[in-house]
Structures are given as structure tokens and as C-alpha cells.
DNA sequence: CTGAAAGCGCTTACAG
DNA sequence: CTGAAAGCGCTTACAG
């Protein structure tokens, strides 16, 4: 086994000192442009590659990074603030500092203020979560200006140039949720019902729009309706849910596209079906798992908030050492959840 | 922010020196009880938390792991293969060496030799994909008795003793395809073909196990067939099968629960149905991927082989470091796959 | 049983 | 434009 070349041979074979060597590896100005060619030549013949770690400790360097998360209170975000503090400890141990920003839902201007605070001396990179908006979107263009990387994340902001986007396509997760219903539903008729969150976030959009697409391509027989509103709100969810369930005789679907299992749950209780219906919903929660080992929830489409973390510091470092990202390794899956499937541990 | 503890400062505070710390921190032999008391008691007081990356850099320190795999060719292990090298070239960077051990299939005393010969002066630790056996096993134990750290991979080695294993549920595996069959036939009544590469694997035992389990509990309107061997021959499995269709005049589903996706899908293909089957598969790769798409197959059951590169690749780590394996993190999925959420990146 | 010094592979001021 | 020396946080011989 050859020892791996570090600096020094580098340094030796280029035929300059250590500091020169490194002032051309950090591309940092003021070498000669023959100079540069000779230390390049000799890293390309040595193999050379540089131990991050090493050039890390050597920089007392300490990658700064933050979550900045809507202060919501679901269980699906109490998953991923547990799977962002996993990763912040862990990480805490190779000189990563990860603290996490929580804003006030919707409230873009204090959103938008929080950002713009931010500067590249005190924060190296930015997970952020939140709605998708013009405002937000401009923030971000201004931070990545000011050098700091940005990825979104779960919710992408179109057009605003951020380095990456950690989540799903929610479009496929729709056709994959429709797929399930269709499927599941064995052929009966009828009507289904689709709850969202709100009618306006692009997510439960992108969503209902894959769900629709198979319906309409595979499953005509299935009446998809338009879609309640629940705003994250357990109680109205479940009352708007009744009284459509109510006004439509013939349910024999509900589509709950996002933050409305607890509600949508409840009315399936207290409606009174002739048939049982096909219920699917979107992220795995201790309530989701709860329904589905009930036997009242038949499927979840889901992503994984451990993925989701590990990928967005995994990210914000290699745009920080300037490495490349592994695509295939940072694709997060939709995944599918049923009650044979379910992980055994939270 | 306060700056993080040094090894400098519990010396300091502890009143001792550098290389006692470091005696006290790595547990050598030859510090009074006194002294090992006063520094815990340094460390404890300054919440001290070691830098693993200068210890690993300081010691010189590489990790060496090794995968030890039967030489197969088929697309699933290619695939892991392929995982394997990602993470090996990756984990180049950060002082660990992967190498891979081919090992003729079947050839357990050609593996146990292998094994045998390894000493902790060369590797210290090692992931074992092996068709569960005795001697196998015992290998492991004696692996271990020699300080080598041993994660079982794909395939568990019952009463190993083996740190971990990185792997799935195969049981749990079974039933999620049993029960996607029993609800993707909607109420179809007739056989079910189970096809296994062999019938004396003990994935394969408990895939079928479990997908029995299901149809037995929930879908008994269908009727299981024994299993047909394929022995990971696509000629072979689609003459079989062919065989077997003939045979039953009834099939409605097929259930491969290893390595036959070709043979089957062969079979599928020239046999005159008089409805489409049910067709459901373990592991994606581009066979399967390919069949999903053009929707001969309509479900797969499987692993994310870059998981399980990863996952065995950090338990190793962590076993090394003697730090404890983070379980929820370690946890590999049973992903189901359909046309709808299937990857788009290999 | 304990400590002073050198070194792991890199970077950072400071000189020149 | 270039280099010699010190230092990042830890470990390793070598003395004592």
C-alpha cells in the first residue's frame, strides 16, 4: 500500500515551500502563474488530494450552519427537529455548529429580516424551510450574494438560485398517492375527498396535481372532489371533513394531502360508511403510525426527516469545501409506508 | 459562544500533563487512580469532548474495513457494488481504506480460509454478505475473539455474536409483498406463483414466511403455491415457470421473492393469460425498473443498497471509535417501489 | 507512574 | 511573489 501524498511531497516535487503549495490548493492570489503550473503538475503526478479534515483543524475552522424552520407544531415537524438535533450533535463533534432559527409561521417579514441579519461572518450556510414565496426567494438571492449557501428544504423557492433542494417531488408523491387509492380501492365507485392544509401552499398543489393526473389517466371511474381546507387545525378539520362526507353520500376515498390525519381520522369515526374507505395520507407521525396499525389508514407517502437532515449538512459542506454533490446520493425518496413496512423504531 | 475544551485545558485544570490526559482518555494502563479521578473530574467539569478527527489525524490513524462479498453477477449486487465503491472512494478522503473481498459463491471453506487469515495488524473491521452457515458463523466469532469488529450484511449470521447487522427485516419483507399482492389482485380469486432463487436460503424462508402469513391471515380467497427454484438462472426460471402456468391453469399472481425478475418476467411474456398477473419483485435494478415502467411488474420490494454501504460503513466506524451506533439511524427501510415513485436517478 | 517534545497534514500570520 | 516557523487538537515514543 503506497502512503498517501500530502503536502510535503507535494511540496518537494513542485519544488516550493508548503505555504506556496497551499496558497495555489486554496487558489488564493499572488503566485505566478508558472509557479501555479508547477505545483499543479506536481499534484496531478503525486494523485495528490487534500485531508479536509486536516485543513479543517489546521483553520480552526468550525462550519456554521442553521435550520431555519417555521415554528409549526405538528408531529411531522417535531420528527425533523428531532432528526436536525440528531445531526447537530453528531456533527458537533467534527467542528460543525449547527443552531436552528425558528419563525414565526407565515411571517415572512420576520422572515425576510432574520435573513437579511445574516452575514458570512457569523454563518457559513442556511437550511431553510418556509413557504414558497417572492420575498423569501429574493432573500435568499441576497444571502447567496453575500457568499453564504443556501439550500432549501421540503418546500423549494423557484427562482432563487439556491444551491440545492433537499426534498421530494411532490408531484410523483401525488401520483403515488393516487396510484395506492386507485389501486387499493379494488374497482369500487365513487367519490373521493381531498384535504389539504391550505389551497395555496405549492406543495398540497403539486400534490393534488400528480393525484389527479392517475386518477384521470387510470382510475376514471373515481371522482376526485375539490379540495377542503383544514389549516392545520385537528377540530375544524375534522367538521369540514363531516359535513362533506356528509353532502357527498358516496366517500369511498380521502386523499389527505397534507397536516390533516388527526382531523380526517376523527369524522372517519363518527361518519357512518357503508363500506370501509381508503384512507391515505402524507408523512409518517406517531399519529399516522397510530391509524395505520389501526387499520384505519391505509398508506403513507412519506420522506424520511433523518435523510432529509443528514442531506442538507451533508450539502451545505460540500458547497463550503467547494466539493461536488453526489446526486444519487442526496435524491430523497418518496416512500411508501404500510402497516407491513412500518419502522419498528421511531 | 464559548470555545470548546482541549485536551490543553483538562491538563490544565486537572493539573497534569498532555500525555496523562491522553493516557486517562484512551484508557491506558499506568495512571494512579488518583490521577485518573482528577482528570474525569477535569473532564467532566469542562463538559470535554474529544476531537476524534485530530485524534485520528494525530495517531496517523486509517481506518481499514473490508466487504466481504460473494462474487455474483446479478444486477442488485452490481448495484451494491457500486454503493460500495461510492462510499469507499468518499471514505478515502477521510483516512479509511475499503477494500473488497470477492469470495467464489458457495465456497464457504474458500470464505472461512479467508477469514481466518485476517488478522487486527491489517483490518479492523469487516462486513460479511454470506449465505447464513455454521462455519460462517463460527468464523465471525473467531474474527471477533481477535478484536475484529463484524458487521453481517443482507444476511444476518444467527448466533455470530456479530456487532451488527446492516439489513433488513426479511419476514416483515414478506408480508409487505403479500400484502400488496392480496390487495393489488382486488378480490381475484386463483394461485399465486412464489419463485426463490433457492429454497433453503433463509431470506427466502422468511420472505415467503411472511408473505404467507398475510394471505393466510387476510387474503385466503388465494392459493400459494410451493416454491419454484430458479437458481438465479433467468433461462432456467422462465422454463419453470412456463412449466408451472401450464400447469395451474389459474395464476393470477406471481410473487419472486429473489433474484428471478428476468426468468419471470420471460415467462409473463410468452404465457397466454387471461388477465394480466400481479407481479411482485425483490430489489430494484435496472431489470426491475425496466419491467415496472413498461408495467409488467407492479410492485418491488426493496433495500437502498447506498444505505446499506453507508450504514455499515459508520457502525464500523463507530465500533473502531467505541462510540455507541446510533439505532434510528441505522434502521434499513423495506421500500416499495411502483411506476409512480420509482427513482429517477439509478 | 508522569512529563516534555516532536509530529500527524494542513493553514496562518509574519518576514523578506 | 515566496518561504520559515508556529499552531490546530490530539497521540507517540522517549526520558525520567
Given at each position: 500500500?503506497?502512503?498517501k501524498?500530502t ?8 519544488g516550493v ?5 497551499d496558497?495555489v ?5 499572488g ?22 479534515a ?9 462550519y ?11 408531529q ?5 427537529m428531532?432528526?436536525?438535533e ?7 463533534l467534527?467542528?460543525?455548529e ?7 409561521n ?7 429580516r ?26 435568499i ?11 432549501t428544504l421540503?418546500?423549494d423557492?423557484l427562482?432563487?438560485e ?18 395506492l ?19 395555496q ?7 393534488r ?5 392517475i386518477l ?5 371511474h373515481?371522482n ?8 392545520e387545525?385537528?377540530?375544524y ?27 380526517v ?14 384512507f ?6 406517531d399519529n ?15 420522506q ?10 451533508r ?15 442526496e ?16
Open positions: 500500500m503506497i502512503a501524498p503536502v510535503n511531497d507535494v511540496a518537494r516535487v513542485a515551500s508548503l505555504a506556496t503549495v496558497r490548493l486554496n487558489e488564493r492570489p503566485v505566478r502563474a508558472a509557479t501555479i503550473e508547477k505545483v499543479n503538475r506536481a499534484i496531478a503526478e503525486l494523485a495528490y488530494v487534500r485531508d479536509t486536516a485543513a479543517n483543524l489546521a483553520r480552526s475552522k468550525t456554521r450552519f442553521a435550520f431555519v424552520l417555521p415554528d409549526w407544531k405538528g411531522f415537524f417535531a420528527s425533523l428531532g432528526s436536525i440528531e445531526v447537530a450533535a453528531q456533527a458537533h467534527d467542528r460543525t449547527i443552531r436552528t432559527i425558528l419563525v414565526p407565515h411571517d415572512h417579514t420576520f422572515l425576510v432574520e435573513l437579511d441579519a445574516l452575514g458570512p461572518d457569523e454563518i457559513d450556510g442556511l437550511a431553510i424551510m418556509s413557504k414558497e414565496t417572492p420575498v423569501v426567494r429574493d432573500a438571492i441576497r444571502l447567496r450574494r453575500r457568499g453564504i449557501s443556501v439550500v421540503i418546500t423557492q427562482g432563487s439556491r444551491d440545492h433542494f433537499v426534498g421530494i417531488d411532490n408531484v410523483a408523491a401525488g401520483r403515488t398517492a393516487g396510484m387509492m386507485g389501486r387499493f380501492l379494488a374497482g369500487r365507485q365513487g367519490k373521493v375527498l381531498v384535504v389539504v392544509s391550505s389551497r401552499s405549492r406543495d398540497m398543489l403539486e400534490r396535481h400528480g393525484f389527479d393526473q384521470g389517466e387510470q382510475f376514471d373515481l376526485a372532489q375539490p379540495s377542503i381546507e383544514g389549516h387545525d385537528p377540530g378539520t375534522e367538521a369540514v371533513v363531516l359535513t362533506a362526507l356528509d353532502q357527498y353520500r358516496d366517500v369511498v376515498g380521502i386523499y389527505s394531502a397534507g397536516a390533516s390525519v388527526l382531523g381520522a376523527g369524522a372517519i369515526a363518527k361518519h357512518n360508511f357503508h363500506g370501509r374507505p381508503i391515505i395520507d402524507h408523512e409518517l407521525t399516522s403510525a397510530h391509524f395505520i396499525r389501526e387499520g384505519v389508514l391505509d398508506a403513507v407517502i412519506t424520511n426527516t433523518g435523510h432529509l437532515a443528514r442531506s442538507a449538512l450539502v451545505l459542506r460540500a458547497k463550503c469545501d467547494n466539493k461536488p454533490v453526489i446526486a444519487s446520493q435524491n430523497i425518496r418518496i416512500d411508501i409506508v404500510i402497516r407491513e413496512n412500518l419502522p419498528t423504531m421511531k
